[in-house]
């Protein structure tokens, strides 16, 4: 089972093998991976730091605890009608994702992200809108 807040499902959507140092890409892969490879996989969702803050790199404002990441974690979480504390397999978070998200929302809920303009969560979305699951990351 993983452990992981909101906003880091539709990280997840978009994840192609960046992040903010190789101990965080190698975290985020094998998370990213054992879902797709696994999507009976059990997640829990929490309020606050989860597994992938884990490796957040501690240089300086620790981002994984700024009330804008709070909020977007409690905004993509009431977007699938999800709620923290929830424990539920990955694929049921997929087919909430294919029910209740756009491609278009990520520019809305995650408007203060800095990734956001790399336009990888909107393909990840359309991916998961036309059945492909999470891609592959090599």
């Known amino acids: ?28 892969t094998k998370i990213h991976q054992t879902l797709r490879a696994h999507p009976n996989t059990l997640v829990e969702l929490v309020l606050g730091p989860d597994q992938l803050c884990e490796k957040y790199p501690n240089s300086g404002d ?7 990441i709070f909020e977007r974690d409690a905004t993509i979480l009431r977007k699938v009608n999800l709620e923290t504390g929830q424990r539920l397999p990955w694929k049921e978070i997929e087919n909430r ?36 699951g999470l891609r592959k990351v090599d």
């Open 1 to 28: 089972m993983f452990k992981l807040r909101g906003h880091h499902l539709f990280c997840l959507m978009g994840y192609r093998g960046m992040g903010y140092s190789k101990e965080y890409v190698e975290n985020m």
């Open 62 to 68: 620790y981002h994984c605890q700024d009330v804008n």
């Open 97 to 132: 994702i294919k029910k209740y998200v756009l491609p278009s929302d990520i520019q809305t809920v995650c408007k203060t992200c800095s990734w956001r303009t790399y336009g990888v969560c909107e393909e990840g979305i359309e991916d998961m809108l036309s059945g492909n």
